[in-house]
Structures are given as structure tokens and as C-alpha cells.
């Protein structure tokens, strides 16, 4: 059966070597001999034939349970752990490393040594990296972000209506690259390959639309992102892409020429005032990019279409509306799951508290 085993199919490497020690038992070679042979210890030869001989081939044969080294710390000796990386360094050092960390828990607690490396792996396991930071605007929740908060929550949870429907806004620039060197195409085993010099052609602007309830978004491509291009989209909102609705719910970030007066300064009174009696003007509060969908959009956009070297505006053009045209035409909708009510219970804490009117 050994020989069986050996002569055809896979097994495990430590399979087959007992497979090997218990045949050279059985030809009578003793231990001393096993071992050199087949490059093992003296004390492995033993302990499979011992478990050869009490409890059988299969056992003999099988892998065991390993245990594993017994943990160098205690729960709450890893909670300290985890709530020093998470606090301030030490004076005179600007991050937290893994041998600071050591030192500090030796300091705090009874143990005497600790090793890099049990520091490395529970911060790991709490997925913890000290050593590392990310710059982030954190906005202030008050009165004024919640009101524009469930503002625009509301409009996302109000059924479709093609007379008013909620159309989202947004730009975003994007660089101009081009190659130096023509890119290698792929083949089998190969990736596309290409050259880590480039040539900056200078940069464009990306005006995307997105329907909050349907599947239709558009991209305009421009030089720039001035008022100008602002106002153009906005006429080409109510005159092209929604000639027949009543009222456009327009959700917008807090851009500087992100405003009505913005149509006031590039176009003729009677014209601006003619775009904006179609427009409802619904802004997200500052910061927040997260409750505009058009933000989701771009994302996909970006991963989708941009994610490459695109050397002309021409290119970009096409290279945008053939993302558009296949996109729309694939009923893809972002589906929008965070509500007024959840909101209230996920931003509890963070909600401003009602003060009372002093003068009752």
C-alpha cells in the first residue's frame, strides 16, 4: 500500500516522507540511518513509528493538530496594546512605530521583553498602522449641514417625476498624457506594457450630469471650469437634456461659481433669469461630497474610462461619450440606500441639540 502511494498520484510532502520512514522501518534500517537518508531528524523516525505501532497507519500517516505557540499576551494586555497605538506618540517623535510601542508596553505592564514582532502581528489583527496618516476634511456637524443633509436625502426618497426630475451635479479636472514611447501591446503571459516617461499635455474639465432616478447621466469635456462653462451647462441643462420639465431639482456642492449670480454675470439678464425659473437649487452642506451621487458616477467614470494615458482633448471627447452612450445604454443606476431616518439614527450623537428659547 506504502509503495502504492508513493509510485502514483499527489500527496503531501510530509505524507510522503512518513510513507518513506515506516517502508525503510519495515526494511529493517535503523533509526540512525532513516534519518540520514531521507534528511530528518532522529526524533521524527521515532515518532512515526511509535504512532505507527499504537495507533495505525492512517494516524501514522495523517497530519496532526498543531497547537501553535501560546500568546504572549493577555486580552486586556492587548487592549493596552491597541489603545497606545491609538494615542498620542511620545514627545520629540511624530508617529508611533513598532519599537516605541514595545518600549512603551514594557514601561506599563510587568513583561520584560517584547518583540517587534507580537507587536506587529496584534496590531495587524486589529488592522491598525500607526505609522500612517491620511489628510481629511472633517466637517462640523451643525444646524446648517443637517438641514442640507436631509434636504437632499429627501429629494434621493421622493418617486420619480419627469416634470421635476432630481438631476445631480458636479465637475471634476482630469491631466492630458501623453507617451514618449509607443506602449507594448499584451500577449499571452504578458501584460501591456509602458514606458514610465511621459509628456503632460496640460488638463481638462469633466461637467457630469447624473439622473438620481433613472438611468442617464452625460459629460460635457472643457478647457476650463470657469463661470462661463458653468452657465453653458446650465442652459444646455434646461434647453437640451430637460426641455420639457417644469422645474430641474439641481443638487450641486458649494463651489464658488456654483450659483445663480454666475448666470447673472455671463449672460444677459432676461436670459440668465429664463435658465433659473427652471432650476430648484438644493446644495449639499460643505465638505460632504458624499451625498451628491454624481460623486459615485465619477468614481465609476474614472475606473472605467480614465484609468490610462489619454493625450488630447479630441481623444477625451470620444473616449467620454462612448463610455456615456455604453453606460446609459446598460441601465446602470446607482442605487441610494441612506435615508432621513437612518441619518437620525446613525448621526445621533452628532445632531445639534434643540436650545430653548430663553425668552419663554
Known amino acids: ?206 461637467f457630469v450630469f447624473l439622473d438620481a432616478h433613472r438611468s442617464w447621466r452625460t459629460v460635457k469635456v472643457t478647457e476650463r471650469r470657469t463661470a462661463h462653462d458653468f452657465a453653458q451647462c446650465m442652459r444646455d441643462l434646461v434647453d437640451i437634456h430637460y426641455p420639457q420639465a417644469q422645474r430641474i431639482r439641481l443638487v450641486l456642492d458649494n463651489l464658488s461659481t456654483h450659483t445663480p449670480a454666475a448666470l447673472y454675470r455671463c449672460m444677459p439678464p432676461a436670459e440668465a433669469r429664463r435658465i433659473l425659473q427652471r432650476i430648484e437649487w438644493h446644495y449639499t452642506p460643505k465638505h460632504p461630497s458624499w451625498l451628491n451621487m454624481v460623486e459615485i458616477e465619477i468614481g465609476v467614470l474614472r475606473r472605467q474610462c480614465l484609468d490610462r494615458r489619454i493625450e488630447s482633448r479630441d481623444r477625451l471627447v470620444a473616449e467620454v461619450q462612448a463610455w456615456e452612450q455604453l453606460r446609459n445604454a446598460s441601465g446602470a443606476r446607482i442605487t441610494w440606500m441612506f435615508c432621513t431616518d437612518k441619518a437620525r439614527q446613525t448621526l445621533a450623537k452628532a445632531y445639534p441639540v434643540p436650545t430653548p428659547d430663553k425668552a419663554s
Open 1 to 206: 500500500m506504502l509503495a502504492a502511494m508513493l509510485s502514483a498520484g499527489k500527496h503531501a510532502a510530509r505524507k510522503i516522507k512518513r510513507a518513506q520512514i515506516l517502508l525503510a522501518a519495515h526494511a529493517e534500517q535503523d533509526n540512525a540511518r532513516i534519518a540520514a537518508t531521507l534528511a530528518v531528524s532522529e526524533s521524527t523516525v521515532y515518532r512515526t513509528k511509535r504512532r505507527f505501532v499504537e495507533q495505525g497507519l492512517e494516524v501514522a500517516l495523517a497530519e496532526q493538530d498543531r497547537p501553535g505557540a501560546q500568546r504572549k499576551l493577555s486580552g486586556k494586555q492587548e487592549a493596552l496594546l491597541i489603545a497606545t497605538a491609538c494615542s498620542d506618540p511620545p514627545p520629540g517623535r511624530a508617529r508611533w512605530t513598532l519599537e516605541l510601542l514595545a518600549d512603551a508596553f514594557v514601561q506599563l505592564t510587568e513583561h520584560e521583553t517584547l518583540s517587534r514582532e507580537t507587536v506587529r502581528r496584534r496590531l495587524a489583527e486589529n488592522d491598525l498602522k500607526p505609522w500612517r496618516k491620511d489628510m481629511w476634511c472633517i466637517p462640523k456637524v451643525d444646524a446648517e449641514y443637517v438641514a442640507r443633509m436631509e434636504d437632499v436625502l429627501d429629494l434621493y426618497t421622493q418617486a420619480p417625476d419627469p416634470l421635476q426630475p432630481v438631476v445631480c451635479f458636479d465637475e471634476s479636472p482630469t491631466q492630458l498624457i501623453g507617451e514618449v514611447r509607443q506602449p507594448i501591446p499584451a500577449e499571452p503571459g504578458q501584460p501591456l506594457r509602458y514606458d514610465y516617461e511621459y509628456k503632460r499635455n496640460g488638463t481638462a474639465n469633466l
